[in-house]
């Protein structure tokens, strides 16, 4: 299946696409996990996206289209992919319908997490992410992750640099000025498919799975 998981930051995207992922088993692609892991590395593409990613902005398409053309031409990505914060703007989604039509497929689906804002100040103000295993916590909500240490792993948890309050209200006007435009792109190529994203995580699961099964 090939699927798209949209939503303003802190909806649940990336909490959700780990389990989504792994139900249908399908490699998770995350532009935001691609851009951290080469702000750490220390590579062009990293310096480069780190001085939007800071600011609360969105990289530039181009950079951005370039990073997931390379991505999704990988051979675990051949029979189907969770793509989790791309597209995020009109010209990359009609970039990625052409990419998939020149090889012979197409989404399958777009999934839209839909949560109010002050769920996701406040989810994205406590949120925690392991520095060992990339699990996603919550301060509030994973009352075991209290003393910053992963209860997976083991590893230390910090808190993101995009996750300050001037950036998270910068990534909330960037989300209504140029990904919302989205969920109407979507929805005239009757792909779009919302489900409520509020209340526990597997809730949440369990409706996007069910929205899967209708749908797929
Ligand atoms: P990205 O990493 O994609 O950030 P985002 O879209 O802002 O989304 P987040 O990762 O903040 O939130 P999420 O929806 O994944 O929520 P999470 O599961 O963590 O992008 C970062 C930056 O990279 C962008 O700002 C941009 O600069 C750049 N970028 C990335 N893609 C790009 C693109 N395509 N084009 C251009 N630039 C791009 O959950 C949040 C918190 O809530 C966690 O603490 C979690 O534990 C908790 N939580 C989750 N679900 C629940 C629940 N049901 N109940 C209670 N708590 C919950
Ligand atoms: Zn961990």
């Not at 990505?77 to 497929?105: I, V, W, Y």
């Not at 109010?116 to 301060?139: A, F, M, N, P, Y």
């Amino acid at each position: 299946m090939r699927l798209v998981l949209v939503g303003p930051p802190g909806a649940g995207k990336g909490t959700q696409a780990e389990f989504i992922a792994a139900h249908l088993s399908v490699p998770k692609i995350s532009t935001g996990d691609i851009f951290r892991a080469n702000v750490t590395q220390g590579t062009p593409l990293g310096v480069e996206a780190k001085r939007y990613m800071d600011a609360g902005k969105l990289v530039p398409d181009d950079v951005t289209i370039n990073m997931v053309r390379d991505r999704l031409a990988e051979p675990d990505a051949g029979e189907g992919f969770l793509l989790d914060g791309f597209p995020r703007t009109t010209p990359q989604a009609a970039e990625l319908d052409k990419l998939l039509a020149d090889l012979g497929s197409a989404l399958d689906l777009v999934l839209e997490l839909v949560v109010d804002d002050d769920e996701v100040i406040r989810r994205l103000s406590g949120r925690r992410t392991c520095r060992g295993c990339g699990k996603i916590w919550h301060v509030e909500f994973d009352a075991t992750t209290r003393e910053g240490i992963c209860d997976r792993c083991g590893a230390e948890l910090f808190q993101r640099d995009d996750d300050k309050p001037e950036t998270i209200a910068a990534r909330l006007r960037e989300y209504s000025e140029k990904t919302a435009p989205l969920v109407d792109y979507y929805g005239a190529q009757g792909k779009l498919v919302g489900i409520d994203a509020t209340g526990p995580v597997e809730d949440v699961t369990v409706r996007a799975i069910d929205a899967l099964r209708s749908y797929g």
